[in-house]
């Protein structure tokens, strides 16, 4: 009878070793997750980088512009060919442009960003079917942060959209909702159309 008991305790053993070995690499401590860890920056470095970016941006534009509101994006990369998940994630920080921009200022808010950031390209996109265009410029913001001023130009409107964000990529994976508000507060939901008439961006 004590043969079979000792075999059960064995088994129990093992069983409970696979189960926390198990724990363990789908917890973030497999090899690839433990390598991950090494090169992944800090959630809290991350969001004052990114908001140091959109700060330095906002403050560039003058007259000043206002804005909507912000949010921060978490992007959790795939897990690894063996299973183990991502602690790596990319995050994102938006905010929206309140202020009425008139068309013909566009140019005005690619050139300040230029001066600001000095390495920008350009992208355009046109949607014919929509009638609108999309433009946007990525630059290097800082400490590795890209910072894209986006705008939305649409032929039914008589103002465009513009949403500034910054991005930074390879940070250790943390909910979207442990980063806190945005420093121009959060999102209106829905995020509510440019309103806010400017003597000198509106017009």
Not at 36 to 45: L, Y
Not at 88 to 114: H, I, Y
Not at 121 to 138: A, F, G, I, M
Not at 144 to 165: G, M, N, P, R
Request: proline share 8%.
């Amino acid at each position: 009878m004590k043969r079979p008991r000792r075999a059960l305790g064995c088994s129990a053993a093992a069983v409970l070793v696979l189960a926390t070995g198990a724990g363990l690499f789908y917890n973030g401590y497999g090899p690839m997750a433990l390598k991950d860890r090494d090169n992944a920056r800090s959630p809290r470095e991350t969001r004052m980088r990114l908001n140091g970016t959109l700060q330095a941006a906002m403050g560039a534009i003058t007259p000043p512009l206002a804005y909507s509101g912000g949010f921060y994006a978490v992007d959790r990369e795939p897990d690894h060919a063996d299973g183990e998940p991502s602690l790596l994630s990319g995050v994102r920080e938006v905010v929206a442009v309140r202020t009425k921009v008139a068309p013909a200022k566009v140019q005005v808010l690619l050139d300040r960003m230029s001066q600001l950031w000095g390495d920008c390209r350009r992208t355009d996109t046109t949607v014919e079917y929509l009638h609108k265009c999309d433009t946007d410029l990525n630059c290097s913001g800082h400490g590795e942060v890209l910072f894209t001023l986006s705008v939305t130009t649409s032929t039914a409107d008589s103002s465009v959209k513009v949403h500034l964000s910054g991005a930074a990529f390879l940070v250790r994976f943390q909910p979207r909702e442990d980063y806190g508000t945005p420093p121009v507060g959060e999102r209106p939901s829905p995020e509510p159309a440019p309103d806010l008439d400017d003597p000198y961006w509106s017009h």
